[in-house]
């Protein structure tokens, strides 16, 4: 490959990394949509429409509050994993098992290319370092479950306000549908631009599989 066409992976900002970023946003949208999508235009009046709304945002914020929970609580399990892997490989006398551990843990496009002999450097160095402490959970951890719980939370309201300010409730239907397909062509463009693949196509492949979500998600009685 020539240097000038080598493309340089994104970059991450903020605490979340941005396939989770996006994956919140589409739990939120696609929970929303679960809502619009099954309002009948020509039987609903505005109390229906009110209570649907209600009944969209208390869920995603219930949502939000289970999926930042969660994430504390996995986050502390893969810290008691890590602390529980890093000793292991320091005292234990099968070498070959601790390397295997070491592999585990680095990207397997990086231990693919790793001899044997490497991963035993790695693994003596680590014999010299003091046993790992279990990692408790700190003020960015909380700040991303904040960050988790606001994503989903906000990822309601673009759906939501066309019911608000349009008083037609079917103009407020098909332009709350717009936003939302495009919200997810944007997901998938982050997408494509976070993995170096083609933008729009991902967003196209986006917007199909919300809409395939939401559909599945409707028939389940979601």
């Known amino acids: 490959m020539n240097q000038d066409d080598l493309q340089e992976p994104y970059k991450e900002r903020g605490l979340l990394n941005t396939e989770d970023r996006v994956s919140e946003i589409l739990y939120g949208l696609i929970m929303a949509l679960t809502f619009t999508c099954t309002l009948s235009i020509t039987k609903s009046d505005k109390t229906i429409v009110n209570d649907m709304l209600i009944g969209a945002l208390g869920c995603n914020i219930a949502w939000g509050i289970v999926d930042a929970v969660m994430y504390l609580l996995t986050t502390l399990t893969d810290n008691v ?99 939302a397909i495009l919200m997810m062509f944007s997901c998938g463009w982050i997408l494509g631009k976070y993995a170096g693949r083609k933008r729009f196509l991902m967003g196209i492949m986006m917007s199909l599989i919300g809409a395939i979500f939401v559909v599945i998600t409707i028939a389940l009685g979601g």
């Open 81 to 179: 994993r890590e602390a529980t892997v890093f000793n292991f490989v320091q005292k234990t006398k099968d070498t070959e098992k601790a390397r295997q551990f070491i592999s585990d843990a680095i990207p397997s496009t990086i231990a693919s290319v790793l001899q044997p002999d490497e991963l035993e450097v790695i693994r003596k160095n680590s014999s010299k370092m003091p046993p790992a402490e279990i990692k408790r959970l700190d003020s960015k951890n909380f700040v991303t479950a904040v960050e988790i719980f606001v994503l989903v939370f906000l990822s309601t309201l673009p759906v939501a306000l066309p019911f608000i300010f349009i008083s037609d409730l079917n103009i407020a239907l098909r332009t709350s549908n717009s936003i």
